[in-house]
């Protein structure tokens, strides 16, 4: 039996222009990221490169207004680009997720003034985005926040550090929620803060087990000023935009955890009807056949609640708890695609010949970024049985 070469995976997309869109994702995918994944990974190699590529191709600001550099798509059109992008380097995939999520308070928030200032440079001018919410004691209880901004004149002083910051170092833009007034999430402002501020700085990169190419580091602001004309939404509003914006997120990290999965799926296909063993395919034997059987339905059942929940939001409806499902099930599902893809190549998915251990090295982080998954129950159950009693 020949090996069965990965088939490109069929779209529900709405309109020719989506199609064509799709097309030309796969066309930067061949020919400008797959072919160096392996290789830049494994050298920690950030493909800022590429993101100017993507930038320039109108796809860093697919889901926001055109008015402004956007895309106008659909959300459910933007979440299979980013799948996509995924499969072929999560890197990039997840890098685009973020840009779009430090995009998201701006928006959805700022005034007509501070999009027209600021929003076409960072949707299509070839800026590069980060989201700063998370602070060394305070991650899955962000609203416990300690970074501080206080007034000055006209200005905001913002001191502080934030931790684990996709971009962080790199970025042209961050979007940062900072206390402005008492404890809790009330006292909690959003600013637009430029990357080359005085008194910004990064710390070294975390040294992680997976996506080496996309820097995470903590930022420290050393009183860092901002005028009153970056502050996003209203005083005290910040907390509810980053929740916002964390739903719309999570999507993202779902949709990225089914591009990783799909590349697993696709490596284990075509190793197991290429591999010989006892005269037969491996393919051929009804345990693998189980596995590769229960990894297909586990994607595709990922990738239709992500759509689900995308049509919920393209349509103005909530979508608050089908994100968390989204984003539970998705990155679950990844985990398990990916480590039995290293089950189905044996030793050789143990080594770095091949890239399922890449992908599930990937996987385990898309369980713990924009939510842990244990918070993303406690947001199911909350909107399935009430909040607790307690």
Avoid at 24 to 29: A, D, F, P
Avoid at 266 to 273: C, G, K, Q, R, S
Avoid at 356 to 365: D, G, I, N, S, T
Wanted: proline share 5%.
């Amino acid at each position: 039996m020949p090996d069965r070469a990965p088939q490109p995976v069929e779209r529900e997309l709405p309109t020719e222009e989506s199609r064509d869109l799709i097309a030309l994702v796969r066309e930067i995918v061949q020919r400008e990221i797959a072919p160096r994944a392996a290789e830049e990974e494994d050298a920690g190699h950030f493909p800022r490169e590429i993101f100017a590529l993507l930038s320039e191709s109108g796809l860093l600001g697919l889901p926001y207004d055109s008015g402004f550099g956007g895309g106008d798509q659909p959300y459910a059109v933007y979440l299979q680009v980013l799948e996509e992008l995924a499969a072929a380097r999560l890197t990039v995939g997840l890098g685009v997720s973020v840009h779009s999520l430090a995009c998201h308070a701006l928006a959805n928030y700022g005034t007509k003034e501070q999009k027209a200032d600021h929003l076409p440079a960072m949707l299509g001018g070839g800026l590069l985005g980060a989201y700063c919410l998370s602070e060394p004691s305070s991650g899955s209880d962000a609203a416990s926040l300690r970074t501080k901004a206080v007034r000055d004149g006209d200005d905001w002083v913002i001191t502080g550090t934030k931790a684990w910051i996709t971009h962080g170092g790199v970025a042209d833009f961050y979007t940062v929620l900072a206390r402005t007034g008492g404890e809790g999430p009330r006292g909690i402002t959003a600013f637009l803060v430029p990357g080359d501020a005085e008194g910004l700085s990064a710390a070294a990169p975390e040294k992680k087990m997976g996506m080496k190419g996309s820097p995470t580091a903590q930022l420290h602001f050393d009183g860092v000023r901002v005028p009153d004309a970056r502050r996003i939404g209203e005083e005290g509003q910040g907390f509810a935009i980053a929740l916002s914006a964390l739903d719309s997120g999570r999507l993202g990290i779902a949709a990225c955890a089914i591009g990783v999965a799909q590349a697993a799926l696709d490596e284990a296909v075509a190793y197991a009807t290429g591999r010989q063993q006892f005269g037969h395919p491996i393919a051929d034997f009804q345990g693998l056949r189980f596995m590769l059987a229960d990894m297909a339905t586990q994607v595709e059942a990922g990738r239709a609640l992500y759509l689900a929940a995308a049509r919920l939001r393209d349509a103005g409806r909530p979508f608050s708890r089908e994100a968390a499902m989204a984003k539970l099930f998705c990155t679950d599902a990844a985990m398990r695609v990916t480590t039995d893809a290293v089950q189905v190549l044996g030793g050789y998915g143990y080594t770095a010949d091949f890239p399922v251990e890449r992908y599930m090295r990937e996987a385990k982080v898309l369980q713990i970024v924009e939510g842990t998954n244990q918070i993303q129950r406690m947001v199911i159950a909350r909107h399935v049985v009430g909040p607790e009693s307690r």
